[in-house]
């Protein structure tokens, strides 16, 4: 086990280079099973949820070996059996996208329930209902049975935009006879990202970046290569590092037009970035006064599904904000779970009412102080781990194998920033 030990109140300045997004890469994976032909991926972030989803599939038998730092060979050729290990799929919430391809390929699939962050309830009825609706027989015990002699095309629609679900159908469609219409379906980055991936496979997918998907079923993939594009929620974290120590920072590889909500939400709380061809710059020592709504209004911030506000980034704007002049209200409308974290916040001297399990206020701007901290999750864990940079004296954060689930690296890329940021490996 890992702990971060942690300066505050330290000027940090220089460029940083996300890595892959990990919401791109783990279905990524998942699909290469698609195949019996040799898949290739580029930009693959050495983080631990993609470790685990390896080790998933050379325990089926395929093969799996980074060649060089980013870049991934796979060939799931060997893959011959339907059964997922329990142990494993307990480490990773993302062990759920080998229904769909191991559905599509063998037509049948045991799996056992999955791992992931404690926010509060996650569905997982929505991939089921989608297996249905393409045929397939469900059986829900201690673990997950789905099975189906033929995926028959239909029109499909989701009862929420589930990214998940959405990329477990798309790969169990692809296999599948005929025509499905998937409706109401996610459209974030990382879903637009797996389907370019599929149609370089030999998949015909219409209406790519939009919440209505056409899947016409093909009876076959070969292998391809693609390259995962970068982590929006990561260079969104590393804007809230940047703003809250005043500090000057470039960040490279952005995509910008998967960065228009989340600028939006940063300039309410007076943040400027400003664009600089493929990069941005967050510049220093910003006034970072939140922006009032009309008639002086307190302002509030939601998050939804895309094109709204990410959910991830909500702890990241939350901790940001106690670092800004005004008051402002948060409303996390999808998890019940994820604004406990802000107790951590208070116990470093953030003044924040944590109103119910879904809403905070936050009046800022306030001092933090250095003190231990745990890290309860991927997004509050970076959440915590930018409040220590910002606090004054020294923060202890256990648990940072949370942080190393979404993150590649980073306090190495804290380092190059100047960041006084140790990892000490405890028993």
């Not at 689930?405 to 190495?412: A, F, K, N, S």
Request: with cysteine; proline share 4%.
């Amino acid at each position: 086990m890992d702990r971060f030990v942690i300066e505050g109140s330290h000027r940090l300045s220089g460029t940083l280079i996300p890595g892959g997004n990990k919401n791109e890469v783990l279905p990524a994976i998942a699909a290469s099973l698609l195949t019996h032909e040799e898949v290739i991926l580029h930009n693959v972030p050495r983080i631990k949820d993609v470790e685990v989803m390896l080790e998933i599939i050379r325990d089926l038998g395929g093969e799996a070996e980074f060649y060089d730092d980013n870049d991934l060979k796979l060939c799931c050729a060997g893959v011959n059996r339907t059964s997922l290990s329990p142990e494993l799929c307990r480490k990773v919430r993302a062990s759920i996208l080998f229904a769909g391809p191991m559905l599509a390929r063998h037509h049948e699939v045991h799996l056992p329930p999955p791992g992931g962050d404690v926010i509060g309830r996650r569905r997982l009825d929505t991939h089921f209902l989608a297996f249905q609706g393409l045929g397939a027989d469900i059986d829900i015990g201690d673990a997950y049975h789905v099975k189906a002699k033929h995926l028959i095309g239909s029109d499909v629609f989701f009862d929420e935009p589930s990214v998940t679900a959405t990329e477990n159908a798309i790969m169990a469609a692809v296999l599948g006879r005929g025509e499905t219409t998937l409706r109401n379906v996610a459209c974030e980055p990382h879903v637009e990202g797996l389907c370019r991936m599929l149609a370089s496979m030999g998949a015909h997918i219409v209406g790519i970046g939009s919440n209505t998907l056409t899947v016409h079923g093909t009876g076959g993939l070969h292998g391809t290569e693609h390259t995962i594009g970068s982590d929006y929620l990561e260079i969104g974290s590393y804007i809230g590092l940047a703003a809250t120590t005043g500090s000057e920072i470039r960040i490279e590889n952005v995509r910008l037009t998967d960065m228009r909500m989340i600028r939006m939400i940063f300039e309410k709380l007076g943040i400027r970035i400003i664009p600089d061809g493929s990069a941005i710059i967050v510049p220093a020592d910003q006034e970072m006064r939140i922006r009032s709504d009309l008639h002086n209004a307190i302002p509030q911030i939601y998050d939804a599904p895309w094109p709204a506000y990410p959910t991830d980034l909500m702890s990241i704007a939350i901790t940001t904000a106690t670092q800004c002049e005004g008051t402002v209200i948060f409303f996390e409308k999808m998890f019940e779970g994820r604004m406990f974290f802000v107790d951590s916040l208070v116990a470093m001297g953030a003044q924040i009412i944590l109103c119910d399990p879904h809403r905070v206020v936050v009046v800022g701007k306030s001092q933090l102080y250095g003190t231990r901290l745990e890290s309860p999750d991927v997004r509050a864990g970076m959440s915590l781990l930018i409040a220590a940079l910002t606090a004054q004296g020294q923060s202890t954060i256990y648990n940072v194998r949370q942080i190393d689930r979404g993150y590649e690296r980073v306090d190495e890329k804290l380092r190059a920033l100047g960041a006084k940021i140790e990892r000490e490996h405890i028993d």
